[in-house]
């Protein structure tokens, strides 16, 4: 064989492997967790179904789904770099970056804030914030819970003195109020307020609340966080996660039966009644559906606000 017929094949196997190499870059895939924050439910659904129906795959990306334990944790963990992405609320990453870390929110899944105080009417009558004075607020030890009713308090002309608050196992919240161990609890739109009317209605009690959001609370909810390292060293995997993550949630707000039957399908535990009813709210909570992930820097500047007040 000539020597020019040698190069000849030399040229062609070098051309040949980088085709190959760039075929299998092209269609490598991106392997990242997702903390939810805490354990599979309704507020999940974007998730699974943009995974079932084959929006991460689309993206390039496999997705694994992480138990968490309240947004402040899972805020924390996420800056040490144990996942790339996480379900976490504004105050949350304020608060953790104030403390030195370097999470962000890069889409808000929740248009409001999504909590309020659960209360039995048995019990008391809940118009205005100053009518829970004298009592006694439960909440979950990771919540932002211990940081922002001071401050809501306050907003609304009422003493914060004035009103006990707990730290309880998440677990035991909803027990607590309907036992009557404590007077309000805080319960969240598309994830635990149907666990709270489900245990009130096998109580035979009626449950009630008032919303943060209808006196002065104008804020995001929980939405996707990811840390500042992985927007500086990966912004196309961002871009692809949150734009398959938000197609999933578009999608189980338009098909919210058929969302329900794909988180049955991936969590046989999960209780259907309770899980359609998150996952109703939870697309009430998305907002304009145009418009799902979006930020307003007024409503952001407004959180900031909140946290520097209960400083």
Known sequence: MSRASKNTLILVAILVSNFFNLAFAANATDRVSFNMSWLPQGSMAGMVVADRKGFFKEAGIELSLVRGFGGIRTANELDQSLFEFGYID????????????????????????????????????????ADLSGMTIGGGQNSTMQALVPVWLKMNHVDPSKVKMMQLDPAIVVGSLVEGQIDAAECWFGNSLPLFEKRAAEAKVKLAWI?????????????????????????????????AALSGYRYASEHQDEATEIMLARFGVLDRTIT????????????NAKEIGQMDANKIAHTLDYVRASD
Not at 96 to 107: E, F, M, P
């Open 90 to 129: 504004p105050m949350a990453i304020v608060l953790n970056r104030a403390n030195g870390g370097h999470t962000r929110l890069i889409a808000a899944l929740n248009a409001s804030w999504p909590a309020a105080l659960c209360f039995l009417t048995e019990h008391h009558t809940v118009k205005l914030p």
């Open 211 to 243: 919303k943060y959001a209808d006196f002065g609370l104008d804020m995001y909810g929980s939405g996707i966080a990811t840390t500042d390292k992985m927007i500086a060293e990966k912004p196309d995997l961002v871009r692809r996660f949150v734009q």
């Open 276 to 287: 359609r009813a998150q996952i109703a709210e939870t697309a009430v909570l998305l907002g």
